[in-house]
């Protein structure tokens, strides 16, 4: 293992903010790292490639879902199997109590070694350095995936709201997809921050500013990583356009229907990418030499790290330099870091 990037969603698991975490729990799936070893059957990777893993480490392969290559959408009776934290849908709460990947708990890339189905790990293109590829695998699919469903493109008015790891991502792919982007923040400090990227950074708090952006926008993606008050952005919308939701993923408050429904507007909702979507954002990244502003970190800072990500203050995104690990743990070494793929 290389690197590991420091998501919003591992602060909400290893904080049991989910209610669903089963400890003990090693969070990471923004995962680089070359391949060790590889098993009999396994055709889409050699040892020594260097590969990524996202959100999923497997999933049934069997419903709707995976058979479009929706694969982050599963509806097997487990849904998928994540990188860390076991299955989406454990045991406990399936039909029958069954667990068909026979495993209730998966340990993630906080780690020097990680065990992943072939087909689950993405190849990481040549000109993209494996530090920066990490954030991609999980806040790169996140936002891109919303933005080629509802067809982002050239000359679109794309607003970005919340300025963290996923809105930097965020703003970056739609500048590359030639929308026109404004990014939305509570940090003064970061408008300039907006501007250096060629976006327009507005004030979450500016409402003349919002007011005299009615109507303007072809997409809408909310990237704040807790529940929020989305109305003040829906007039935003123009008539039959999209606000999603990509950050929360708990209850939310109320919408004012009538800003939706006068405008025939909609408010919607994604989760991550699929395995074809996340390599075709690593591809789309390399192509256009984007990638997310990172903060290369060892093992021993991450309590520092996730306080810095939760007072909003880490620009944008923590990376773990997983050759660090060695210092830590006597009984790792360099040598010893593997991914280890499976078919
Ligand atoms: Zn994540
Ligand atoms: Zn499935």
């Known amino acids: 293992m290389l690197f590991c990037g420091v998501c919003h969603s591992d602060i909400h698991q ?150 963290g790891g996923l809105g930097d991502m965020a703003a970056k792919i739609a500048l590359a997809m030639g929308a026109e982007v404004t990014l939305f923040t509570t940090t003064k400090e970061k408008l300039e921050e907006a501007g250096r990227l060629g976006a327009t950074g507005v004030l979450e708090s500016d409402s003349s500013a919002l007011e005299s952006l009615q109507g303007k926008f072809d997409f809408l993606l909310s990237t704040i990583p807790q529940k929020h008050d989305i109305n003040p952005y829906i007039p935003l919308l123009k008539r039959d356009k999209t606000l999603c939701i990509v950050g929360a993923l708990e209850p939310m408050e109320g919408v004012n229907n009538q800003a939706v429904a006068f405008h025939r507007r909609n408010v919607a909702g994604s989760l991550i990418g699929s ?3 996340t390599q075709e954002v690593l591809d789309f990244c390399a192509r256009h030499d984007i990638g997310p502003d990172i903060e290369l970190i060892n093992v021993d800072q991450i309590n520092e790290a996730v306080k810095r990500a939760i007072d909003g203050d880490v620009r944008f995104r923590s990376v773990i330099n997983m050759a660090s690990i060695g210092s830590v743990d006597a009984g790792a070494t360099v040598e010893d870091a593997a991914i280890f793929v499976s078919a």
């Open 14 to 163: 290893i904080k049991n903010e989910w209610d669903n975490t089963i400890y003990p729990c090693v969070p990471g799936h923004e995962v680089v790292g070359r391949v060790r070893r590889a098993g009999a059957a396994v055709t889409r990777h050699a040892v020594g490639d260097l590969v990524g893993v996202g959100c999923m480490i497997d999933s049934c392969r069997q419903c709707e879902p995976c058979l479009a290559g929706d694969e982050n959408y599963c509806e097997g009776p487990n849904s998928w199997l994540a990188t860390y934290n076991g299955p989406m849908i454990p045991a406990s709460k399936a039909p029958g109590g069954k667990n068909t990947y026979a495993r209730d708990n998966t340990f993630g890339g906080y780690s020097n070694v990680l065990v992943v189905q072939e087909d689950f790990a993405l190849k990481i293109p040549a000109n993209l350095r494996p530090e920066v590829a990490a954030p991609i695998l999980c806040a790169g699919v996140t936002t891109y995936s919303p933005m080629k469903h509802w067809g982002v493109k050239q000359g679109d008015r794309v607003g970005i709201i919340g300025f």
């Open 275 to 277: 395995l074809q979507e």
